[in-house]
């Protein structure tokens, strides 16, 4: 019986304005090498991730420009999507495996239909026990959240722990994270251990729990009726009209008396919801700082503009475009493994290639056969 083809997985530098990490690591090279595939990196790849060609070579990569390192390729990974016009010469079929923001970049996902591509979108992996350590969404939101308080710990122009010196006591910043998913658990934590007295919310109402865990204070609407706040696959959904009501009244409120506030509320394939007004940013202290981790879907906070420092009644604001590229290695070790996990769970020694099962790879593939099939994307 011949022998299976080895797969050829292709790694290609990221070209999009601010992106720092990569796809792969050494150490995913050697892994993926391992299960009996070739890897092939673009020259430079790494670099931004502090990952040099020689690096990538000793784990066993062959190093190249674009067109040499995709040519004949099975698989395709990136962060960001790559331009269609990369990939001409791949095998008929092959994957695209990364971030590729099927709602924002619809045309770029029809380009791949056209070219014959399968595209694996993995922010569309489901959020179940078995996919954990597949999940890019938790493991870059993760870093995300630490990053938002160091930046907006920077900015602020006074200390985050209570200090008691000779001189007197220093009162200990006060932090109110808005938003209890991954990247608000770790903005909890963080700020935490940097000393700050901590609140939190979120329209999940089981989230109140986690907060308390942290050794944070939950704070929530009571009493509202037409809460919507938890949505399919442990994402948050839309809040009814009462409950959006009722929120900003004890936002407002307890805004007021913050000293940073991180925002991380974030619906799939629609625009982030507006948590902070203008008028409430008013009421906030003189030096106060803002940090909007939704600032690239359009943010949480009125007056946010990604990569600026914005000053409103005093309160600076601020909110990065790609907050995991500025933790550039350690965001692309996670990315890799998350990958890595992703295709060794599939990988058939038999036929020498990953082979995806129906409940997985019907949610993160959006394109097969020259068409778009991702439900999910139809609907939207």
């Known amino acids: 019986m011949t022998a299976p083809q080895g797969q050829r997985i292709a790694v290609l530098k990221e070209r999009a304005s601010g992106e720092t990490r990569v796809s792969a690591t050494p150490e995913t090279v050697r892994k993926l090498t391992a299960l009996g595939a070739s890897v092939a990196v673009e020259s430079g790849a790494g670099n931004a991730a502090s990952i040099s060609d020689e690096d990538y070579r000793a784990a066993g990569a062959e190093m190249g420009p674009a067109d040499v390192v995709v040519s004949g390729a099975h698989i395709v990974l990136g962060v960001q999507g790559p331009d269609p016009a990369l990939l001409g010469t791949t095998v008929p079929g092959a994957w695209v495996v990364g971030i590729l923001d099927p709602f924002g970049q619809r045309e770029r996902v029809h380009a791949y239909a056209s070219a014959g591509l399968e595209a694996l979108a993995m922010e569309f992996m489901p959020r179940i026990t078995r996919a954990q350590s597949m999940d890019v969404l938790s493991s870059q939101s993760n870093l995300a959240g630490y990053k938002a308080v160091i930046a907006a710990a920077d900015l602020y122009g006074r200390a985050f722990p209570m200090m008691m010196t000779a001189a007197g006591t220093i009162s200990a910043a006060k932090c109110?994270?808005?938003?209890?998913?991954?990247?608000?658990?770790?903005?909890?934590?963080?700020?935490?251990?940097?000393?700050?007295?901590?609140?939190?919310?979120?329209?999940?109402?089981?989230?109140?729990?986690?907060?308390?865990?942290?050794g944070a204070k939950p704070i929530f609407v009571e009493n509202v009726e037409g809460i919507e706040g938890e949505g399919s696959g442990g994402y948050a959904s839309e809040m009814s009209e009462e409950y959006q009501k009722a929120q900003a009244e004890l936002v407002s409120a307890h805004i007021a008396k913050q000293d940073i506030v991180i925002t991380t509320a974030l619906i799939p394939g629609l625009a982030a919801p507006r948590l902070i007004t203008d008028a409430q940013i008013a009421t906030m202290k003189a030096g106060s700082v803002i940090f909007d981790l939704a600032a690239p879907q359009g943010g949480n906070v009125e007056g946010t503009v990604p990569d600026e420092v914005v000053e409103r009644h005093g309160v600076?604001?601020?909110?990065?475009?790609?907050?995991?590229?500025?933790?550039?290695?350690?965001?692309?070790?996670?990315?890799?493994?998350?990958?890595?996990?992703?295709?060794?769970?599939?990988?058939?020694?038999?036929?020498g290639k990953p082979v995806l099962d129906e409940e997985i790879g019907d949610a993160v593939r959006l394109?097969?056969?020259?068409?778009?099939?991702?439900?999910?994307?139809?609907?939207a």
């Open 176 to 214: 109110f994270v808005m938003g209890v998913g991954v990247a608000g658990l770790q903005a909890i934590a963080t700020a935490r251990r940097l000393g700050a007295q901590v609140s939190a919310t979120d329209v999940r109402s089981a989230t109140r729990e986690q907060i308390l865990s942290l």
């Open 316 to 351: 600076k604001i601020i909110g990065f475009s790609n907050t995991p590229a500025h933790l550039a290695a350690d965001a692309s070790a996670l990315y890799a493994r998350n990958l890595f996990n992703f295709l060794s769970a599939f990988w058939d020694k038999d036929q």
């Open 367 to 379: 394109t097969q056969g020259g068409k778009i099939v991702s439900e999910r994307l139809q609907r």
